[in-house]
């Protein structure tokens, strides 16, 4: 009786809880026939300045709008645990915390639209796995970070219009169809993007938001298809479904082969060429999503990178596939590279006797196949319960670690050979992938333990007082020498620790050409050579003129009379002649020689005094020009 009267109690508090709500909100239960229904509750109070936090918690819609709100702090909601729709909307909020959103495992809308946020917190996002809907519409968004990306994979309504977005991470559009390779059948939900009213930037960034643009067809849906770059200057004002952008190449991957058989045992390089703008970078990936490690990689240029990958001693477990992939913020690109191994080792496991055995019985090992076709073979030994071993020996390809006999001596030949020269040890010296200041050295030990150091020593052929040197160890393989000079021989030697002198292995090798420095000698060539072309002519018609001014004839020399008639004038005086009867009464004036004296006489005035007026028989005579 007792028990049935407190459970009656509970359940009236339940009911008075589940239906109280906030004074300065509404609540609404939409009820169904059958009893069961829904509660939605809005707060548009413009006194309120705090999320209310006596929401009832059977509420499934809770709008919080137009109120002086400015903050949403730390779990909020996290009882409304049947919340599916979450609207604060046109408040005044700048802050939002990374745990606001706690415990929302149902929300299937966030609505923040209207408000003053300048920074999201995007892995709030994690605590809200049925999320579909985000609405960050008219904030004061400036940027969205790489790390928001994976947060943004489920959700299929995204506006940020309206905000400050200038960019865009180049991985985002990679999430969506048709760039994340999708199936087609798996593509049939749209995406919707709201993007407009924003201040893009138009470069590579965004080169696949652009590109969606210009699709007819696409599961990414724009709310508006007349987005507009706003920089740089040459695009400003430009619509992306009309934008060509420079310098933004997708990268394209090159590979020297696609298959490759290798016996058991070698060593196998994988080269990968890549090309795109800006200059991609390059990684190699097993067929099992691991990265791969001993890589060396090098760009010569702008736009270009190469990559090889080595593989020291392979083994069955190396056989498959390879791929080597290229990215930059315009796409990516792969290619695959298959590995097969051709061999097999069979190996011999010592007995462990546990008890007495009759002398001559014989204990058969397991043998282990590596590979199907036998292409090498190693010495197997089978032991028995004497002293003596009975070797089986088969053709040698590959060394085998010395083994112990059951009284814990070595053999004789494993005596012999631990006494082995190391640089004797040392094989297969060899120089890949010369560059203007770079190549790879690699080598392969016999008979040394992977962590044995080792000590590369090299100089230009011939400068011994010049040696670098590089630590390294026997089971590395390689090692990448860098810091060299163009065009130069080198001599480089890889000496182990207790080698003899002047036994080490070497081996020479020539950088390449620096390309750039030649293609400027030429240019400066073809330059100087068209420049002598022009001068040449000029030269020898000018010595051709100083030729013939030293070797013309000499004129003969000029009469003194003939220069004096040709440069003077000669004057003579004129004078008066008195008046006489006689037979010409018109001549009046007559003409005498003049001296040297009077020739001086110069007369300078005017061509209207330059005339003589006669006075008298008596009057001096005027000498005029």
């Not at 040709?566 to 009046?588: A, G």
Request: glycine letters at 4%; a negative charge.
């Amino acid at each position: 009786m007792h028990y049935t009267l407190y459970v009656h109690v509970l359940v009236c508090c339940v009911g008075m809880a589940r239906a109280f709500c906030p004074s300065q909100c509404t609540c609404v239960f939409h009820g169904r026939t059958d009893g069961a229904g829904t509660r939605s509750v809005l707060c548009n109070d413009p006194d309120m300045s705090d999320i209310p936090v006596n929401v009832p918690v059977d509420t499934i819609k809770l709008r919080v709008e137009k109120t002086a709100v400015r903050k949403i702090p730390t779990e909020a909601f996290y009882y409304l645990v049947e919340l599916r729709y979450l609207w604060v909307t046109y408040n005044s909020i700048t802050s939002v915390d990374t745990g606001s959103f706690y415990n929302l495992k149902v929300l299937h809308e966030l609505r923040l639209d209207g408000n003053m946020i300048s920074l999201f917190p995007w892995e709030s996002l994690k605590e809200m796995p049925s999320l579909r809907t985000l609405d960050l519409h008219n904030n004061r968004l400036t940027t969205v970070p790489p790390e928001a990306v994976p947060y943004l994979i489920n959700i299929t309504y995204l506006d940020l219009s309206s905000n400050k977005l200038a960019t865009l991470p180049s991985d985002l559009m990679n999430i969506w169809p048709p760039f994340n390779k999708a199936p087609a059948a798996n593509s049939s939900q749209k995406i919707v993007l709201g993007l407009q009213d924003n201040p893009w930037f138009c470069d590579c960034k965004i080169s696949k938001l652009i590109e969606i643009s210009k699709m007819p067809d696409t599961p990414v849906v724009l709310m508006d298809l007349f987005l507009t770059c706003t920089a740089p200057e040459n695009l400003a004002g430009v619509l992306f479904q009309r934008a060509e952008l420079e310098n933004c190449v997708k990268p394209a991957v090159m590979t020297s082969a696609t298959k490759i058989t290798s016996p058991l045992g070698s060593n196998v390089l994988l080269r990968c060429d890549a090309t795109g703008f800006p200059t991609p970078s390059m990684s190699w990936v097993k067929e099992d999503g691991s990265s791969v490690d001993n890589t060396v990689q090098e760009s010569p240029g702008e736009g270009v990178r190469w990559s090889i990958m080595s593989l020291t001693g392979i083994l069955s477990k190396d056989a498959g596939n390879y791929s080597c992939k290229a990215k930059n913020v315009a796409g990516d690109a792969e290619a695959t590279i298959s590995i097969s191994v051709a061999g097999s080792i069979s190996t011999t496991l010592p007995p462990q006797p546990t008890g007495p055995t009759s002398l001559g019985s014989t204990f058969t090992p397991a043998t282990e196949d590596v590979s199907n076709s036998p292409s090498v073979s190693l010495t197997t030994l089978l032991m028995t319960t004497t002293d003596k071993p009975i070797p089986t020996t088969l053709p040698q390809k590959a060394p085998l670690k010395p083994a112990k006999r059951g009284n814990g001596k070595r053999l004789a030949a494993d005596e012999k050979s631990s006494k082995k020269d190391p640089s004797k040890a040392v094989k297969d010296l060899e120089i890949v992938e010369e560059t203007v200041d770079s190549a790879v050295l690699l080598w392969t030990v016999y008979g040394l333990s992977a962590d044995t150091p080792l000590t590369v020593v090299y100089s230009p052929y011939g400068e011994d007082d010049s040696k670098q040197t590089v630590e390294t160890t026997a089971g590395s393989g390689k090692e990448l020498l860098q810091g060299l000079s163009p065009g130069v021989r080198y001599s480089v030697c890889l000496v182990a620790k207790g080698s003899a002198s002047g036994k080490d292995p070497c081996v020479d090798f020539y950088t390449l050409d620096n390309v750039d420095d030649s293609s400027q000698s030429q240019l400066f060539m073809v330059i100087s050579g068209f420049v002598c072309l022009l001068i040449l002519p000029l030269i020898a018609l000018l010595i051709y003129k100083i030729l013939a001014l030293y070797c013309k004839t000499p004129n003969t020399p000029i009469d003194e009379e003939e220069m004096e008639k040709d440069s003077y004038v000669k004057f003579e005086t004129i004078s008066m002649k008195h008046r006489t009867l006689n037979s010409h009464p018109k001549e009046l004036w007559a003409r005498r020689p003049t001296h040297d004296s009077e020739r001086m006489l110069l007369c300078s005035r005017s061509s209207i005094d330059s005339q003589m007026t006669y006075k008298s028989d008596s009057s001096r005579s005027e000498y005029l020009c």
